[in-house]
């Protein structure tokens, strides 16, 4: 009986949904997560659904594996407008624009155990063999060489700011962390919060602008937002920006008072990701002026939105702390970020990153699969 009252309490609260958003999805995503119904959780393993929203590349398909696999028991996927991947067995899809119902119907078959939990897809086994190698059969090698359990070992090197040796350490981050833009994944080597080098692996996928500059506005500033710990502004930014779309009235500049008021451009460390003499607090101050009512239509994003050829975005990151470089990667529309990010230099330049990347090749840093030592990064 208390079983039986436990699954219906469960069944009946918000679905927790992890999304990972493919091209052209974020807008729609953001709307999909106002709905009280359902949760957006910042990590896959507090999740109960993974929704996968619009079309992703073939090369994240091995991400998409590793997130899956995270997930706790009981467990589903909803391909939404999307693919299914070719691993995912009797996969759920949904093509509706609104699929809150199909999330909160798979959410309630897994409650109540008339839908079978997803297995794993990917064998379970370390992200390196360890077993039986070593002078202790345990993976290392030396002082510090091999891989300890099938862990790299972090080595030393000359920070970029004090010269102090501390362990530097490359793993992948994305494409799917929420924190970083839907599609950019990027390999960085730290030394505690700080980047080193970073290589561009995945550009963020396209997304669809609004042609309204307010609404453009208000979308940008509610992914930016949620970076500084302001989720609620960020809800509120989404909220409006919905209904502009539809034509409803807003009080902008009650908005754009309470984001001065939350402290939000006193938050952004000053100087940082300069680009043609605009750092990130002038950029988010271009988004906060387009709420400004007494000035309708002024509203100038080219220092957001242009092309910009002559910079890329990983020489903006390094030697920035981590938090900093969050804040940089979310400072730029989608159009400008690609443009920022162009895999084919980095491709070009692979000699110099090689060099950068004091050789983890050899501790097993760059190992793709090592995806259960580095939950967020996967994320």
Request: proline letters at 8%; glycine letters at 8%; charged letters at 25%.
């Amino acid at each position: 009986m208390a079983i039986a009252l436990l699954r219906r309490l469960a069944g009946a609260a918000p679905v927790p949904v992890f999304a990972a958003v493919g091209a052209g999805m974020r807008a729609a995503a953001d709307d999909l997560f106002l709905d009280s119904r359902i949760t957006r959780t910042n990590s896959v393993c507090h999740a109960r659904i993974l929704l996968v929203a619009g079309p992703v590349r073939e090369a994240d398909q091995d991400d998409l594996r590793r997130l899956h696999d995270q997930m706790l028991h009981p467990r589903a996927t909803l391909w939404w407008k999307s693919n299914p991947g070719p691993d995912f067995a009797e996969p759920a899809t949904s093509d509706e624009d609104d699929p809150v119902a199909a999330l909160e119907a798979i959410h309630r078959a897994l409650i109540d155990g008339t839908r079978d939990s997803e297995p794993d897809i990917l064998p379970d086994e370390p992200p390196n063999p360890w077993r039986g190698k070593g002078d202790y059969g345990q993976g290392g090698e030396g002082m510090m060489g091999g891989t300890p359990y099938g862990r790299p070992m972090a080595m030393t090197d000359d920070d970029l700011r004090d010269g102090l040796a501390l362990d530097a350490y490359t793993a992948p981050f994305g494409p799917f962390l929420p924190m970083l833009p839907p599609g950019l994944k990027l390999s960085v080597t730290l030394q505690g919060d700080v980047i080193q080098t970073a290589e561009l692996l995945r550009p963020p996928f396209p997304q669809a602008k609004s042609a309204d500059g307010t609404v453009h506005a208000l979308r940008a500033l509610a992914h930016f937002l949620p970076v500084l710990g302001l989720e609620a502004h960020a809800i509120r930014c989404l909220e409006a920006a919905r209904s502009l779309s539809v034509g409803k009235a807003i009080e902008l500049n009650r908005i754009r008072q309470l984001l001065r008021w939350s402290g939000a451009l006193a938050a952004i460390p000053p100087g940082i990701g300069v680009v043609e003499g605009a750092d990130v607090r002038m950029r988010v101050e271009r988004w906060l002026a387009a709420l400004d009512e007494s000035q309708p239509g002024t509203f100038d994003d080219s220092a957001t939105t242009s092309p910009l050829k002559s910079a890329r975005l990983v020489d903006l990151l390094r030697g920035r702390e981590w938090s900093e470089a969050i804040l940089i990667a979310n400072s730029f529309d989608t159009e400008t970020l690609i443009s920022l990010a162009p895999v084919e230099a980095e491709a070009d330049d692979q000699d110099r990153k090689d060099e950068n990347r004091m050789n983890h090749e050899g501790h097993g840093a760059g190992n793709p699969h090592g995806a259960h030592a580095h939950r967020a990064p996967g994320a």
